[in-house]
Nanobody, 123 residues
Framework: QVTLVESGGGLVQAGGSLKLSCASS????????LGWFRQASGLEREFIAT????????SYGVGMKDRFTISRDNNENTGYLQMDNLKPEDTAVYYC????????????????WGQGTQVTVST
């Protein structure tokens, strides 16, 4: 099965940008839909965006499309999340995940998860 490793998180000032990466190995990355999720301390995991296996179709969670952009490069076996105009309330652990078949906004439908990367947005 696929193994996912996230990177690119860190500390950023409000209004800044980060680009997260999700590197895959162990299986054909293009066989899976990709999702990005986040989980703030004490809260449930929140859907950010998903992209289809070939990258042609994307969908975003409520309030996400204006500041977040999901993408993938199957030739590099890597998914991305571009994050712009970050706000303190964006502080969370960010996860990438994959699933067989069609993309989905429900985290319970995803099969393999990365370890998460911390994003902290300061005022």
């Amino acid at each position: 099965q696929v193994t996912l490793v996230e990177s690119g998180g860190g500390l950023v000032q409000a209004g800044g940008s980060l680009k997260l990466s999700c590197a895959s190995s162990g299986a054909a990355f293009g066989d899976f839909a990709l999702g990005w999720f986040r989980q703030a301390s004490g809260l449930e995991r929140e859907f950010i965006a998903t992209i289809s296996q070939g990258g042609a179709t994307t969908s975003y969670g409520v309030g996400m499309k204006d500041r977040f952009t999901i993408s993938r490069d199957n030739n590099e076996n890597t998914g991305y999340l571009q994050m712009d105009n970050l706000k303190p309330e964006d502080t969370a652990v960010y996860y990438c995940a994959v699933k067989s078949g069609w993309s989905n906004s429900n985290p319970a439908r995803y099969e393999i998860w990365g370890q998460g990367t911390q994003v902290t947005v300061s005022t």
